[in-house]
């Protein structure tokens, strides 16, 4: 998160808030005053008067290690999918898919180079990676994010994926420029994109866009199955065919409602 800003508005503080709060992860769930200054790079005093705002407004709390995130926190990402209007459209929608498949289900919007999950119905599997609202993974090495960056132009993608991750997760597939290049114009001749183990072993999921009244792609959904419990060949055959069902009556609402979720995209 850039701390300096291009013009006379930008609010330093707030910048720097925000970074501390982004700076607690999967592998940083707790964290002491000097760990949170050298993640961020600020200095300690600055750093210790952030965390006891946050600490006074009920982001932070102080613990044993130092402090860690609050539950409120979860209201910062709420509030962009309730004024987005996105989950009560896509509820029943995902509900009956994962009723349908048997799998979880979840709809994901582009931030920087990963997705980042806005919605979720989940069922009970033993994962390599737990997913909720909120999660974050690289996006090219999902069937989510393969859907979301299909859709744009190269230069935007190429300019996403410049950007490090803050997914904090490393995946296990690292296309070169061409590699990448071809598989998304796969996806983009298709309509839906498919990926199996690329992003942790276990995991593969198929995807396919949320278009809003004009067309354009506002997000994707995806089918998620544990490779151990569903094949390929079953996601494919069976699962896409109805997930393009629930995609396609997912978009129809967009667009009878007016409810269209803001497309992220990289400051």
Not at 235 to 261: I, K, N, Q, Y
Request: charged share 25%.
């Amino acid at each position: 998160m850039p701390r300096e800003g291009t013009g006379p508005d930008f609010i330093e503080a707030l910048a720097r808030g925000l970074e501390v709060i982004a700076s607690f992860g999967r592998d940083r769930p707790a964290m002491s005053l000097t760990e949170v200054a050298a993640a961020t790079g600020l200095a300690r005093p600055t750093a210790r008067r952030i965390l006891l705002t946050l600490q006074e407004l009920g982001y932070v709390r102080a613990v044993e290690r130092g402090f860690t995130l609050t539950p409120r926190v979860l209201e910062l990402g709420v509030a962009h999918v309730a004024a987005t209007g996105l989950w009560d459209v896509a509820r029943p929608h995902l509900e009956e898919l994962s009723r349908r498949t048997g799998e979880s289900c979840s709809i994901a919007q582009l931030d920087g180079p990963d997705v980042v999950y806005v919605a979720r119905v989940a069922v009970p599997r033993i994962v390599t990676l737990a997913a909720t609202v909120g999660t974050r993974f690289p996006a090219l090495a999902t069937s989510l994010g393969k859907v979301l960056l299909a859709a744009l132009d190269e230069a935007e993608v190429e300019e996403l994926l410049a950007q490090p991750s803050r997914s904090g997760v490393e995946p296990r597939w690292h296309p070169d420029a061409a590699e990448r290049r071809a598989a998304l114009r796969e996806v983009r001749e298709r309509g839906w994109a498919v990926t199996d183990e690329q992003l942790a072993l276990g995991i593969r999921s198929v995807a396919v866009p949320l278009r809003g009244a004009d067309g354009e792609v506002v997000a994707a959904l995806n089918v998620n199955a544990h490779a151990a419990e569903t094949s390929l060949e079953r996601l494919l055959s069976e699962h896409l065919p109805v997930l393009r069902e629930a995609g396609e009556a997912v978009s129809a609402d967009f667009a009878r409602r007016g409810s269209l979720p803001e497309v992220v995209r990289p400051s």
